[in-house]
Every structure is written in structure tokens, then in C-alpha cells.
């Protein structure tokens, strides 16, 4: 019995082993887009960058240490000789006016909120890349075996052109231009796949290098009609966008430095506290000192935190208006996307398909000549590659109007 359960707990302890051990190679784009967003250097440089600025906003809250001093020294008596150990014991404590402090503090926390919306700009930002080059390789893909699948017709359709050759019933010459677009084909492909390829290696960049270089991707080039209004996009994008909150921050931040900078008119003090034993006796008591504003207003300081509120105010009206355009001009490109697309499924690519499958029969029984057949061959190819690049365009154009308005489409 003990021999038994000992089996079992290897058996269960080597199972993640056998399981994990199979390095999985077709992903989905969720499955890329979370790891793009645990694995991308630039994500985890800004996630850093942001908790630096919350340690600071956080530290800006605390006091100042308290300053102990300790003197010690030898003083001589005026009226009588001798000398007498003298010392002295004083703490000081610093204290920032707190209107000053508070503004100060808003500084900081303004400063910290800014970076993560910027931050969260920056996994929008991702995240569209990676859209982008995850589409870009599905319509590769698409080409890869559509421009496979016309090289094979053609070598299957050269093959039949050797044999009448042979048997006189076609010239030679047909061989040869038949020959000349296999080598055409051929080389198309090899172009794809090195397309393919680099396409690939930049998709992998952006998830930090972490799938192996065998990897595939899971999907195809979806399509559905999106019922979107112009008006409630903008309004969200107007309220919403990480960088205008951002920027918004960014204005909150020049405002409190601005008033950080009047605030410092009044002084700071520092409240002391001391015992001194001197040469006729020990002297002991509490102390306050602050600075006089006399010679230096701050009146510099202020027109530049002015200047700095006035460059934040109009930077955020111009983000607002470049955001609003932005946003027009990708609706504007998926709308156009969606019309192209409708023509290919109201008919287009159904007469292709027709069209493709008489000429190769019609060829095959003479009623064509060879030229007729490879420019309706053409035609098919160049039609289902335009269909594809509908697809691809459609789908960009969508990942390219979510990362405009600062959020997902659903």
C-alpha cells in the first residue's frame, strides 16, 4: 500500500513535467496580447517608471528628520584664572508652512497620476502593434497559400501542356510562357515566406522574444458590420483618453507648482529646543527662527510656473482637437473598409470563383487559348488578394480606432 501511494505522488509530481515539457506552438491573439503586455521592455521600463514616481509621491508627505547637534569645548573665566569645560545640546525640527507643503505634495501625486495614464497609453499603444502585426501575418498566411495553390495549378496545368506538346496538338512556344509564369509563381511564394518570416520575428519583439521561432498563430481575418456612432465615440474618447487625463494631470501639475511658488512668500520655520552649559551656569530654553522673503519675492520663479500653466492649457486643447480628428479619420477609413468588403460578398467573389472554374475547363478542351487562361487566372488571384487585404485593412483600421478613442470596440 505504501509502495502504491509513493507511485501516485511521483506519477502526479511528474505530470507538470511531461505537460510543460511540450512547448506549445499555435497561440491566439488574446494569449499574445497578454504576453505583450506581462513581457514587453518597454512596459516594464514605464511600470517601473510609475512606481518610482508613487515612492516619491509618497515620501513627499513625511517630515524632514530632526536636526540634533552636539558642541563641546574649553572657555576661560574673564575676572578670575581658570578654565571651565563647557557643551551644549540643541534639537531642531524643520516646518514647512502648510499651504506650501500641501501644494507641494500635490505636485508629486499630480506627477505619479500623469505617469500611470501614460503608462496605460503605452499598453494601448502596444497592443495595437500587436494587432497589427498578428493581422499582418494571417493575410501573409492567406497569400502564402493562395500564391501555393496557384503554383500548383500552374505545374499541374505545364504537365498537360508537355503532353500535348509532345503529341503536336500545342506549340512549344505555350510551354515555354507557361514555364515563364511557373518561375513567376515560384518566386512570389519564396517572397511571401520571407515576408512571412520578418513579419513574424517583429510580432515576436513585442512580446519580449518569448515564443520559440517555430511558433504559429491561431485565427483568420474576421469580419462584422459595427454599428458605431461618430458623436458617443468622441465624447468617450474626449473623456477617457489616457493621455488627455494625462495631460490633464500635467495641468493639475503646473497649477499646484504655481501655487506651490506664491505659497513660498511665507516663510518656513523651525522650532529648536537646547540646554547649554556655559562658563557662569546652564542656560536651557526653546527657540523658533524662520526665513524672511526681503530680497527674493519669487517674483521669476512665478512668471515661469505662469508661463508653465499657460504651455499645459493649450497642449491640452490642442491633444483634444489632434484626438477628435484622429478619431474622424480612422471612422472614416472603417467605413470605407466595410463598403469594400460588402462588394466581395454581394457577388464579387462568387463570379471570381465561377469565372476561374469555366476558363480552366475551356482551356483544358481548346476553346481558350493559354494566354486567355493565365489572365483569368490573374484575375482570380488578384481579386482574392484584394479580398484579403480588405480583411486585413478592416481589421487594422479598427485596432487603429480603438487605440484613437483610448479603448476597446465591442
Avoid: C
Avoid at 270 to 286: C, V
Avoid at 300 to 315: C, F, G
Amino acid at each position: 500500500m505504501k509502495t502504491y501511494i509513493t507511485s501516485i505522488l511521483v506519477l502526479f509530481l511528474l505530470v507538470p513535467v511531461l505537460t510543460t515539457s511540450e512547448e506549445k506552438k499555435g497561440f491566439t491573439l488574446d494569449e499574445m496580447l497578454d504576453l505583450g503586455l506581462n513581457n514587453s521592455p518597454v512596459l516594464l521600463a514605464k511600470a517601473q517608471e510609475v512606481e518610482a514616481k508613487k515612492a516619491a509621491f509618497q515620501a513627499s508627505k513625511r517630515l524632514t528628520n530632526p536636526e540634533l547637534a552636539y558642541q563641546t569645548g574649553k572657555g576661560e573665566l574673564y575676572d578670575t584664572p581658570g578654565k571651565r569645560n563647557t557643551n551644549s545640546l540643541s534639537l531642531s525640527q524643520y516646518l514647512e508652512n502648510p499651504f506650501k507643503r500641501h501644494y507641494r505634495v500635490l505636485m508629486f501625486e499630480n506627477e505619479w497620476q500623469a505617469s500611470e495614464h501614460f503608462y496605460h497609453f503605452s499598453k494601448i499603444e502596444i497592443t495595437f502593434e500587436i494587432k497589427r502585426l498578428f493581422y499582418k501575418v494571417l493575410l501573409l498566411k492567406n497569400e502564402e497559400e493562395l500564391s501555393r495553390k496557384n503554383l500548383s495549378s500552374l505545374e499541374e496545368t505545364y504537365q498537360l501542356i508537355l503532353k500535348r506538346v509532345e503529341l503536336g496538338e500545342t506549340r512549344e512556344l505555350e510551354a515555354i510562357k507557361l514555364r515563364v509564369e511557373t518561375l513567376k509563381a515560384k518566386n512570389e511564394l519564396n517572397k511571401i515566406r520571407t515576408e512571412l518570416r520578418l513579419a513574424k520575428e517583429n510580432l515576436n519583439k513585442f512580446l519580449g522574444n518569448s515564443l520559440p521561432a517555430d511558433f504559429s498563430i491561431l485565427g483568420k481575418l474576421g469580419y462584422r458590420p459595427l454599428q458605431i456612432d461618430e458623436q458617443s465615440l468622441l465624447e468617450k474618447a474626449l473623456l477617457s483618453h489616457p493621455l488627455i487625463k494625462g495631460k490633464e494631470r500635467d495641468l493639475e501639475f503646473a497649477e499646484s507648482q504655481l501655487k506651490h511658488v506664491k505659497w513660498q512668500r511665507l516663510p518656513d520655520f523651525e522650532l529648536s529646543g537646547f540646554i547649554r552649559n556655559e562658563l557662569d551656569g546652564q542656560n536651557k530654553g526653546i527657540g523658533i527662527s524662520l526665513d524672511i522673503p526681503l530680497w527674493n519675492f519669487k517674483s521669476r520663479e512665478i512668471a515661469e510656473a505662469e508661463s508653465l500653466y499657460q504651455k499645459q492649457n493649450h497642449e491640452l486643447k490642442a491633444l483634444k482637437m489632434e484626438i477628435v480628428t484622429e478619431v474622424k479619420a480612422r471612422l472614416n477609413e472603417q467605413r470605407y473598409s466595410e463598403q469594400t468588403i460588402r462588394i466581395f460578398h454581394e457577388g464579387l467573389l462568387k463570379q471570381a470563383e465561377e469565372s476561374l472554374k469555366i476558363s480552366e475547363q475551356s482551356y483544358k478542351q481548346g476553346e481558350i487559348s493559354l494566354l486567355d487562361y493565365l489572365d483569368s487566372q490573374r484575375t482570380y488571384t488578384s481579386i482574392i488578394k484584394d479580398y484579403q487585404e480588405s480583411l486585413y485593412a478592416w481589421n487594422t483600421t479598427q485596432a487603429a480606432l480603438e487605440k484613437a478613442i483610448g479603448e476597446g470596440i465591442k
